[in-house]
């Protein structure tokens, strides 16, 4: 009885089935001993080491928050961080009710589904992109765990659902990467595709490609925006700067010290917290990579073997080199819609999303070169610029209104999902759920 329940527990770990799925992946495509049982230990230690940034950026965010919470008068507007890594990271570190193990069997059955829908399907798409991967997967199984759903069903109706995403997103994306890259070689496998297409919509009704913003010349000064670690931390000193200054305003700096910093000077907490929440980031991005190092291996020499010649679904960066300009465009533009959406969402009493130079560069970054492939200069302008403003509201609606659930009660603390791929169909669901009175 002691050996089953054993068992029972161990089967239920994520960090032990992510490594089960990296061996069985391995194994079967007849990898040396030494590579098995690297890839196995290395998918493990990087879901630890996930953890252990998840711990970071949430002891360094929950201050912040506490900061903004005390500067804000009543009635005033709730904040929080979109960070989908972060979000599924802390749910499967807390394992509530299960919901880490959904997540990982979800990972393994989904790609199973996607696979097969592309070999018997006219979309032949591999997605590739691992973190995307890992972050859909987290999200579904999320939002039917919120249900209140058995094991058994969340994982079956996510890995559904999360099979399907991975095998139409590429396809629908294909006609835009055929202009951006002037061939058909590659598709585009991130969770921004909805939005991305919005951006390539707009731009063909208000622009013309021939007027490409890659004509122009732009400023080598907002290089240091590309560097991961810069960003993160200049816009969360900001952040936390306006928030302590906030916070000193309504209860002075005798109370910040007090009730939230511990007696240390409230400047420098601010900007220790700031810091504390990237190396937090930094720490969990490094587990993540491990993870997906070893994971992503194990899927792709599997999905080869069953449908060879299908084209490969990628990471975002996969198209910069063909625009650079506009990636430019989309961090400035995107930025400003981040911001416009912000006002608009605290006058209307929707929980903030704090600015993400992430999602401005990265996601705003892609929308814009998705609206110059179609709409030029103008294109480019107003696919950043949506991306941000509409996406800002995707994010606060299923923060405000809970659609994946009580994302805090799951360990993910003022944490929410930023990718439009998890967040449009997760509401379309949930909307369905509540029509049915689930």
């Known amino acids: 009885m002691q050996i089953f329940s054993f068992i029972l527990e161990l089967i239920t770990l994520p960090a032990f089935i992510l490594g089960l799925i990296a061996l069985i992946g391995l194994v079967i495509q007849k990898k040396p001993f030494s590579d098995v049982l690297t890839g196995t230990f290395k998918t493990i230690l990087g879901l630890l080491i996930m953890g252990i940034g998840i711990g970071a950026l949430i002891d360094a965010l929950i201050p912040i928050q506490a900061m903004f919470e005390a500067g804000v008068p009543a009635g005033g507007f709730r904040t929080f961080v979109t960070f989908d890594e972060g979000v599924v990271g802390a749910v499967q570190d807390a394992n509530v009710a299960g919901i880490g193990a959904a997540i990982a069997w979800t990972m393994l059955f989904g790609y199973i589904i996607h696979v097969l829908l592309a070999r018997v399907t006219k979309f032949k798409y591999i997605y590739l992109t691992g973190h995307m991967i890992w972050i859909h997967a987290g999200a579904f199984a999320i939002l039917f765990h919120s249900f209140g759903l058995s094991l058994f069903w969340t994982v079956l109706l996510a890995s559904i659902v999360d099979g399907i995403y991975m095998t139409l997103a ?5 006609p835009i990467m055929r202009k951006i890259t002037g061939n058909d070689e590659i598709a585009f496998g991130h969770g921004q595709t909805l939005l991305n297409m919005l951006g390539a919509w707009v731009g063909k009704l208000i622009g013309d490609p021939e007027d490409s913003a890659e004509k122009q010349a732009f400023s080598s000064k907002l290089d240091f925006f590309r560097d991961m670690a810069m960003s993160i931390a200049i816009i969360m000193i900001i952040v936390a700067l306006i928030a302590v200054i906030l916070a000193v305003i309504q209860i002075g700096v005798a109370g910040v010290q007090e009730q939230i910093s511990g007696g240390q000077n409230f400047l420098l907490f601010a900007f220790l917290q700031a810091l504390g929440f990237t190396a937090g980031v930094l720490v969990l991005l490094q587990g993540v990579r491990m993870l997906i190092a070893e994971i992503v291996p194990a899927f792709k020499g ?6 060879p010649g299908a084209k490969p679904a990628l990471d975002c960066p996969v198209i910069y080199p063909f625009a650079p300009n506009s990636l430019i465009i989309g961090l400035i533009s995107g ?10 969402l605290a006058l209307i009493g929707w929980a903030v999303p704090l600015p993400s130079m992430i999602a401005a560069f990265f996601a705003s970054g892609s929308g814009a070169i998705f609206g110059n492939a179609t709409g030029g200069r103008r294109g480019a302008w107003a696919g950043g610029f949506l991306w941000s403003f509409v996406g800002w509201f995707l ?3 299923a923060y405000q209104f809970q659609v994946f659930g009580d994302l805090g009660a799951m360990g993910a603390t003022a944490l929410g999902f930023t990718v439009p791929d998890a967040i449009v169909p997760g509401i379309v669901i949930w909307a369905i759920a509540k029509l049915f009175g689930v």
């Open 170 to 174: 590429p396809a629908f994306a294909q």
């Open 302 to 307: 599997i999905a080869e073997k069953l449908i």
């Open 335 to 344: 930025t400003i819609g981040q911001v416009i959406a912000m006002v608009i």
């Open 395 to 397: 994010i606060s609606f």
